[in-house]
């Protein structure tokens, strides 16, 4: 679940130091047993350390969650899009944010998005009146793209893109098999691509 193994040992060796102890108790002014004060802070101690300890692995997972569900966003629509290329006969462009960019409104509607796929009617490749959006999403909490391999084509200053035909064949796909990285606190994720076929490949590091 994400426990730091230093951690971890710490608490054990405390906790091993007080079944020495056996926590010797001691008598009050009233004849009854308590604890003694270094006791009480060795409690307190403990306490702090598996809060810390839940507090993290709680960060982690919700990295990990967002990371996750911005990859299955973005596979799912980009397998949409290639399908509606197919099917409608139509260019089909994917846009998205390049490496380390903010959300951006791609097309004018106000609202800002990591990505955009949209039918282009008058294939010139940006999005423009007349054209139909199929899909768009904006990742959750600070998940971003890191990083994007393969030369992709250059959409504006802060984004890129690649589109399909027709027949559902990438197009504009830059170089080589293009690989996108999504990351969230360290947590990171990469989306590869082959260029031929549009399948797509998820891999739990980034090149």
Known sequence: MGFKVSKMKIVYKIIKKLKKRHFKMKKNHFGTKGITLLEIMVVIAIIGIL?????????????????????DHFVADFYLARAKAQAEGERVVVVLTDANQPAQDFNGDGETEHYLVFID??????????????????FKGETYIKEIKGNLPTYNNNAKYLSFGALGEIESGGTGDPSI?????????????????GMIGIENKCD
């Open 181 to 197: 990285c999504i990351e969230n606190t360290n947590y990171k994720k990469q989306i590869k691509i082959v260029g031929l076929t």
């Open 121 to 138: 009617k008058d294939k010139n490749n940006q999005f423009s009146q007349g054209d139909i959006v199929i899909a768009s999403y904006r």
């Open 51 to 71: 809060a810390s300890i839940a507090v993290t692995s709680f960060h982690g997972m919700q990295a990990r969650s967002k990371v996750r569900d911005a990859v």
